[in-house]
């Protein structure tokens, strides 16, 4: 255990304890460690208070530069790894929730038996988190949703259909009359852009009344479960909910409202061999998307 892994976990979990537990180390053993590297830096990093632990100026500057070496060592292992035959070192993914929560997993489970070797860091979380998560070089790739403004490499993966989902509700219109709560989940601020830009096409008023949740499942548990409408992506459906399920539709060109999921990153990113072998299952995987989209699209016409 390096002294800038010490630093960077003192630093972000700001509790001696957490900080320990997190290296595996006891507490009196990250204390020592501690007192040793300040005496190499010759000051004190860090000044214990009722809040935890608070950086010190010349704590924060260390700390800093802590970062600053743990990504540039990792990007050393990762070029060293190029020159071998054998896939390994870290993939570093930033996700968006949704997606993490439902079509990731299973291609994660193919990866990491393909691939034992590989370590596998995940960050979830809105796509403009995770394009910061890019742009601070805390993920290799990201998979993002909406409309996301990425200058570098883009990769379309897959569109899913967006539906109004309701165990009473069976027909668009009746929302001009209904008072049954509109249940919404935090999100991109683009997605809930959408969503009022449909609303406003179709209807004068705002919905009567609303309830507002923190998460995508607990929206569509409450849809399931009766107590009012959600809209929801068809990535979080499996199909044997027993539910109304209505697709959105533009009125004026009658097109459906859907939602893109993309695979970005920067181009030295994708060069990196784990990082290739993720694109590889990822892409297979939203071609099995595809073709069931052309599949339930020729159905419906």
């Known amino acids: 255990m390096n002294e800038f892994e010490m630093i960077k976990a003192l630093a972000e979990e700001g509790n001696m304890r957490k900080a320990a537990e997190r290296l595996f180390l006891t507490q009196p053993a990250l204390s020592q460690r501690l007192q040793t590297i300040e005496k190499d830096w010759g000051t004190r990093l860090f000044i214990r208070s009722q809040k935890g632990l608070e950086p010190t100026p010349a704590g924060e ?32 993914i930033a996700c968006a929730s949704i997606v993490g929560q439902t079509w990731l997993p299973q291609i994660l489970k193919e990866f990491v038996e393909r691939y034992p070797n590989v370590q596998i860091s995940l960050i979830t979380g809105w796509s403009s988190e995770i394009v910061k998560a890019l742009h601070e070089r805390e993920a290799h790739i990201g998979i993002v949703r909406g409309r996301i403004d990425w200058k570098n490499m883009k990769q379309h993966l897959f569109r899913d259909q967006l539906y109004l989902v309701d165990r009473e509700i069976t027909a668009i219109e009746q929302l001009k009359e209904t008072t049954r709560p509109f249940i919404q989940f935090k999100s991109d601020s683009n997605y809930h852009q959408e969503i009022q830009h449909w609303w406003q096409r179709h209807f004068a008023m705002e919905p009567s009344r609303q309830i507002t949740v923190d998460q995508i499942e607990t929206c569509k548990q409450l849809a399931i479960n009766g107590i009012g409408y959600a809209i929801l992506p068809s990535i979080t459906l499996l199909g044997d909910e027993k539910v109304n399920k209505i697709p959105l539709l533009n009125s004026e060109e009658e097109f459906e409202l859907t939602r893109d999921t993309w ?24 071609g099995k998307i595809q073709e069931m989209e052309v599949f339930n699209e020729t159905l419906r016409t």
């Open 61 to 92: 500057l260390v700390i800093a530069y802590a970062k600053d070496a743990i990504v540039k060592r990792e990007e050393v292992f990762e070029m060293i790894s190029t020159l071998v035959d054998k896939i390994h070192g870290t993939l570093k």
């Open 263 to 286: 695979l970005i990153g920067y181009e030295s990113s994708f060069e990196l061999k784990q990082v290739a072998a993720f694109t590889e299952i990822v892409q297979t995987y939203a």
